[in-house]
């Protein structure tokens, strides 16, 4: 059997729409995860937001695993438990303060908002607090959830 050069052209041009449909495609999945990483990255600066990488990882890490007891919320991300502890109050209370600097400015915002986490009584043990997500933490996930994945959040 032999194979023509007009068959190995035909062949030729095959492979390459083929490769061509699957770089654009992979183009286009990637801008829009890059478009999404931007917009979730705006929104984690926001102002109304202003969250630290240590309270965001305690945030999410709660919303993963609702129930957590401070001592499981130490081990699940590995900071230590004063800084657990601090990061909790801030996320608890209603209350969040942001601080910057950039050169020789540097600002204090003291933004009043409804508390994300909650503490409750943990049903094991009376002694310790289970961490719960607080009704604007969850409504913060579901904020997070339309930006990461927008089909899902539409349906």
């Given at each position: 059997m032999t194979t023509s050069k007009s068959d190995l052209f035909a062949l030729d041009a095959a492979?390459?729409?083929?490769?061509?449909?699957?770089?654009?495609?992979w183009n286009l999945m990637m801008s829009q995860t890059?478009?999404?990483?931007?917009?979730?990255?705006?929104?984690l600066t926001a102002k109304?937001?202003?969250?630290?990488?240590?309270?965001?990882?305690?945030?999410?890490?709660?919303?993963?695993?609702?129930?957590?007891?401070?001592?499981e919320l130490v081990t699940e991300t590995g900071l230590p438990q004063s800084t657990v502890s601090r990061h909790l109050k801030r996320l608890s209370s209603g209350t969040r303060k942001s601080k910057g600097e950039l050169?020789?400015?540097?600002?204090?915002?003291?933004?009043?908002?409804?508390?994300?986490?909650?503490q409750r009584v943990h049903p094991d043990n009376p002694k310790q607090k289970a961490?719960?997500?607080a009704a604007e933490g969850?409504?913060?996930?579901?904020?997070?959830?339309?930006?990461?994945?927008?089909?899902?959040?539409?349906?």
């Amino acid at each position: 059997m032999t194979t023509s050069k007009s068959d190995l052209f035909a062949l030729d041009a095959a492979i390459y729409i083929h490769l061509w449909i699957c770089i654009r495609l992979w183009n286009l999945m990637m801008s829009q995860t890059a478009n999404r990483l931007l917009a979730l990255t705006k929104m984690l600066t926001a102002k109304e937001i202003a969250m630290s990488t240590d309270e965001l990882l305690c945030f999410l890490a709660v919303a993963v695993r609702p129930g957590l007891s401070v001592g499981e919320l130490v081990t699940e991300t590995g900071l230590p438990q004063s800084t657990v502890s601090r990061h909790l109050k801030r996320l608890s209370s209603g209350t969040r303060k942001s601080k910057g600097e950039l050169g020789p400015i540097s600002w204090e915002l003291e933004l009043g908002q409804e508390a994300l986490l909650e503490q409750r009584v943990h049903p094991d043990n009376p002694k310790q607090k289970a961490l719960h997500l607080a009704a604007e933490g969850q409504a913060l996930m579901a904020r997070f959830e339309a930006v990461i994945n927008p089909n899902h959040a539409a349906s």
